[in-house]
């Protein structure tokens, strides 16, 4: 069972940046993809970005588009959310995930298509 560590939350003012971290136990994170969703209390899992296994294809929701950048390490199974011009909107928990079965670069942006969640991240950004 690959095991998901996310890292790099935090409390920030508006405008500012963020970098999350997320780190894949196993031998095989460099054949899937990966994702970021965000979900706040109450609310349905949100897509965030997706990025294929290779880091050829990247998708981010419309929401976040221009602001953040998803990129990976396969030598260091670790995939990142860099997080600039944040808003108060973005306040959520952030976890990263990875797909159930490798697509090949196959966009991803429901949560069905991913198996392995992180614990999750808190960001908070104030107003």
């Known amino acids: 069972q690959v095991q998901l560590v996310e890292s790099g939350g935090g409390l920030v003012q508006a405008g500012d940046s963020l970098r999350l971290s997320c780190t894949a136990s196993g031998r095989t994170f460099s054949n899937y993809a990966m994702g970021w969703f965000r979900q706040a209390p109450g609310k349905e899992r949100e897509f965030v970005a997706f990025?294929?296994?290779?880091?050829?294809?990247?998708h981010y929701a419309d929401s976040v588009q221009g602001r953040f950048t998803i990129s990976r390490d396969n030598a260091k199974n670790t995939v990142y959310l860099q997080m600039n011009s944040l808003k108060p909107e973005d306040t959520d928990v952030y976890y990263c995930a990875k797909e159930s079965v490798p697509g090949l670069g196959l966009l991803r942006t429901s949560s069905r298509g991913f198996g392995s969640w992180g614990q999750g991240t808190q960001v908070t950004v104030s107003s």
């Open positions: 990025i294929s296994y290779n880091g050829g294809r990247t």
